[in-house]
C-alpha cells in the first residue's frame, strides 16, 4: 500500500490498515482451506474464488493511485434509488434467462418451483398416483419427507418462498419473484439507513453502493433460492423494528411470521434475536414481552408444519424413515455428517466476500469501534456472526451459491456496518469518496461481468444436459447415480408428472421386473444415460464421473426390451 504518500494523504493510516487486515484476513482463509488437504474445497477454491479475489486485489492498488479529493458529500435522491431498484430487476430477471440459461440447477431452486405449482393449484400436497407410489424413490424425492410409498408430495421446505413464487406465476412468470425481492431490497435499505441516520445520507448512499456492488445479491436475484426474500423481508422487519410502535412492532411480527416460513425455520430469527436481546438490555419490557411472545407463538406454528404435511403424503402402505420427520431429528441427522466444519467455513467467509464490493470487508472493520460503543451496531454485528456460528456447527456445506448464501439476508447487516464504518473514518471522507467511487465502478464494469460468467459456467453445463434429455423424444429417462454435484437435479418431474420425459433413478427403482411390466406398454420409449452422457458437468468440475450404474443397465434395458419397451442411449 505504498502509494499511500505521507506528504499527500497524511491521515489515510487507518484506512490504510484496514485494507492490511483485510488482505491478512483473506490470505489466512486461503492458508486455513490449503492445508486441510481437502481436495474439494481447494478445488471451488482455486476455480472460482481465487479468480475474484485476485482482480479485487489488482483493482484496490489501481483505485488508489490518483488522489484527488471530493469534498462534496456523496447524495442519491429516492428517485435514483428507485431506479437503482428497478435496474436491479431487469438485469437479475434478464440474467435468469441469459446468465443461468433459465435453468433451476439446485435442488433448492426446483422444489421451489415443484411447490409453487402445487399451490398455484390449490392444494398442500399433490396426490401421487397409486402405480407411482411403489416407485416414488425412483422419481427423486430428495428434500421431500423421508416418507417411502407416499399418496402425495410435496418439498419439505416450509411454504412462504414457493408461495410467493405461485403468486407471481398467476399473473406472470414465478421467475420475476427472486428478482423484485432483490430489487425492492435497495428501498428498504435507504429506509433503514434514513432511521439509523436521519442527518446523514452519505452513510446510506454507501449502504447502497455496497449492496449495489455485491455480486451475491444480483446473482442470488436470479435464482429460484429464497434467499433474495430474507433480504427483502429481514431489511424490512428492521425498518418497523426501529420505528418503535405498537403498530409498527405488530407488523414487524406479521413480517416475522412471513420470514420464518419462507424456506428453513432458522435463518429469520437468528437474524432477529440480536435487535430482541436490545430490549432486555435496555429493560423495555412490553416490547420484549410482545416479541418474545409473538415469536413463540411463530416458532410453534412452523415448527409443527412438517407434522401438519406428513399428514397429508402418508398413507396406509407409507412408512416413515426412522429420523423422523421434525426439525430436531434433521438436526441431529445434519451434526452425525458434519465434518471439515473449519475448513468449510473458511472457504464460506472467503467466498462471501469475494462476491461483495471490493471495500465491504475494509469498511466492516472500521467499524469495529462502534460496534463496542453503539448497541444497534452492535446487534447488527451479531445479526451478521450469529449465522457463521450456527451454521459452522450444523451445516457448514453450503452446496451451490453464489457467495456464502446463508449470510444473504443479513448482507443489510453487513453493509450498514460498512455505512458505520465510513462514519468512523469521518476524517478522511474526502480522500476516500473517489477512491470509493472507483471501486464501485470497478466492481460494476469489472468483477460482476467475471461473477457472471462464473455463474454462467456453474450453470450452462446442467442446463444443456437438461435440454438434452427434454430432446430426446422418449417417454422415460432412467439415470444412474454420479459423483458429480448436483447432477441428481436432472432428475427433476413435475408434480402431476405431465413433464416428457419423466426422469428416474435407476438405483431407486424397487422391483425392476414389476417396473418394466407396467410401464411398458404400446411401443413404450425409454432412454438410458451412459458415462459419456455427463462429461459437460465432468469438464467444469474436473473430476471424472462414476460408472453411471452402467454395471446393471445392460440388465435393466434387457429387461426392457423383453416387456415391450424400444430402448436408447443418451450420450
Not at 461473477?451 to 444443456?464: D, G, N, S
Request: hydrophobic share 50%.
Amino acid at each position: 500500500m505504498s502509494n499511500f504518500t505521507s506528504d499527500r494523504s497524511p491521515d489515510l493510516g487507518g484506512m490504510r490498515l484496514m485494507l492490511l487486515i483485510s488482505k491478512s484476513i483473506i490470505i489466512s482463509l486461503i492458508i486455513i482451506v490449503v492445508i486441510s488437504g481437502d481436495n474439494e474445497s481447494i478445488s471451488n477454491m482455486m476455480r472460482n474464488d481465487l479468480t475474484l479475489i485476485s482482480a479485487q486485489i489488482i483493482l484496490l492498488g489501481l483505485c488508489i493511485l490518483d488522489f484527488r479529493k471530493i469534498d462534496r458529500e456523496l447524495n442519491l435522491s429516492i428517485y435514483q434509488i428507485i431506479l437503482i431498484s428497478s435496474l436491479i430487476i431487469v438485469l437479475a430477471y434478464a440474467g435468469h434467462r441469459l446468465v443461468l440459461a433459465g435453468y433451476n440447477c439446485v435442488r433448492d431452486e426446483q422444489m421451489a418451483d415443484f411447490d409453487a405449482f402445487i399451490y398455484g393449484h390449490g392444494h398442500l400436497a399433490w396426490p401421487l398416483p397409486l402405480a407411482w407410489q411403489n416407485d416414488a424413490s425412483a422419481l427423486n424425492l430428495q428434500f421431500m419427507l423421508p416418507v417411502s410409498k407416499p399418496v402425495a408430495w410435496v418439498s419439505s421446505y416450509l411454504p412462504m418462498n414457493a408461495g410467493f413464487r405461485a403468486l407471481a406465476g398467476s399473473v406472470a412468470d414465478p421467475a420475476l419473484s427472486g428478482p423484485i425481492f432483490a430489487g425492492l431490497s435497495f428501498p428498504m435499505l435507504w429506509a433503514c439507513g434514513r432511521r439509523i441516520w436521519p442527518d446523514d445520507n452519505e452513510k446510506v448512499v454507501v449502504a447502497l453502493l455496497l449492496l449495489a456492488c455485491s455480486g451475491q445479491v444480483l446473482m442470488m436475484g436470479m435464482t429460484a433460492y429464497a434467499m433474495p426474500a430474507y433480504l427483502f423481508f429481514n431489511l424490512l422487519w428492521l425498518w418497523l423494528f426501529l420505528n418503535n410502535r405498537v403498530r409498527t412492532d405488530l407488523a414487524a411480527l406479521l413480517v416475522g411470521f412471513v420470514a420464518t416460513g419462507l424456506h428453513q425455520p432458522l435463518f429469520h430469527p437468528l437474524f432477529a434475536v440480536p435487535f430482541v436481546f436490545l430490549l432486555l438490555i435496555e429493560r423495555r419490557w412490553p416490547r420484549l414481552a410482545l416479541f418474545v411472545f409473538g415469536y413463540a407463538i411463530i416458532s410453534t406454528f412452523w415448527l409443527a408444519w412438517p407434522h401438519i404435511i406428513h399428514g397429508l403424503v402418508t398413507g396406509p402402505q407409507s412408512t416413515t424413515a426412522s429420523g423422523g420427520v421434525d426439525y430436531q431429528s434433521r438436526l441431529v441427522g445434519a451434526l452425525s455428517q458434519n465434518n471439515r466444519n473449519v475448513t468449510l467455513m473458511a472457504e464460506n467467509i472467503l467466498r462471501f466476500f469475494a462476491w461483495q464490493h471490493i471495500l465491504l470487508l475494509p469498511l466492516m472493520l472500521a467499524s469495529a469501534k462502534t460496534i463496542r460503543r453503539d448497541r444497534l451496531a452492535g446487534a447488527l454485528a451479531m445479526g451478521f456472526v450469529l449465522p457463521i456460528i450456527v451454521m459452522a456447527v450444523i451445516l457448514p456445506w453450503q452446496g451451490f451459491g453464489f457467495g456464502y448464501r446463508y449470510l444473504h439476508g443479513v448482507i443489510g447487516n453487513a453493509v450498514l456496518l460498512g455505512a458505520y464504518g465510513w462514519r468512523h473514518l469521518a476524517g478522511l471522507h474526502d480522500q476516500l469518496r473517489p477512491y470509493l467511487l472507483r471501486a464501485s465502478a470497478a466492481g460494476v464494469f469489472v468483477i460482476l461481468p467475471m461473477q457472471a460468467w462464473l455463474a454462467h459456467e456453474t450453470y450452462r453445463p446442467f442446463a444443456q444436459l437438461s435440454e438434452q434429455v427434454d430432446a430426446s423424444g422418449v417417454d422415460y429417462v432412467i439415470m444412474g447415480r454420479t459423483n458429480l454435484a448436483e447432477a441428481s437435479s436432472l432428475v427433476t418431474n413435475r408434480p402431476d408428472l405431465s413433464n416428457r420425459p419423466i426422469r428416474l433413478y435407476a438405483d431407486d427403482i424397487g422391483n425392476v421386473g414389476a417396473f418394466a411390466k407396467r410401464i411398458c406398454h404400446g411401443r413404450t420409449l425409454v432412454a438410458l444415460t451412459t458415462d459419456s452422457f455427463f462429461k459437460p458437468a465432468a469438464l467444469y468440475f474436473n473430476v471424472r464421473p462414476l460408472p453411471d450404474s452402467s454395471s446393471h443397465s445392460s440388465a435393466l434395458a434387457d429387461l426392457l426390451k423383453v416387456n415391450g419397451c424400444k430402448v436408447s442411449s443418451l450420450r
